[in-house]
């Protein structure tokens, strides 16, 4: 019923900047808190950035001040704009999502993951 697809993935030199986009398809009714999440080789998955559906942000420690998160309502997508990148930033980064759909009269809340685009910081 419901798909993310994330984009803007990709290899960069540290110190450079990459954008990364969500697009969220399907029978979306709404869409409350987004985020972006990431899994580097032998790590646990760890929240980067999230937006509450009232614009509230929160970011991980060792993001804050080098990524911002955003949305665009109107096309059901975000964004995470990453700068002054690290090699410590290198995962695979998945897009996350509480979203309510209405199909055949009903509504439905509930979770949704994207299937992660790869981030590499290396020169």
């Known amino acids: 019923q419901v798909q993310l697809a994330e984009s803007g993935g990709g290899l960069v030199q540290p110190g450079g900047s990459l954008r990364l986009s969500c697009a969220a398809s399907?029978?979306?009714?709404?869409?409350?808190?987004m985020g972006w999440y990431r899994r580097a080789p032998g790590k646990e998955r760890e929240l980067v950035a999230a937006v509450s559906g009232g614009g509230g942000t929160k970011y991980a420690d060792s993001v804050k001040g080098r990524f911002t998160i955003s949305r665009e309502n109107a096309k059901n997508m975000w964004y995470l704009q990453m700068n002054s990148l690290k090699p410590e930033d290198t995962a695979v980064y998945y897009c996350?999502?509480?979203?309510?759909?209405?199909?055949?009269?009903?509504?439905?809340?509930?979770?949704?993951w994207g299937q992660g685009t790869q981030v590499t910081v290396s020169s």
């Open positions: 399907g029978s979306i009714f709404s869409i409350n808190s």
């Open positions: 996350n999502a509480d979203i309510q759909t209405y199909v055949r009269g009903y509504f439905q809340s509930r979770n949704y």
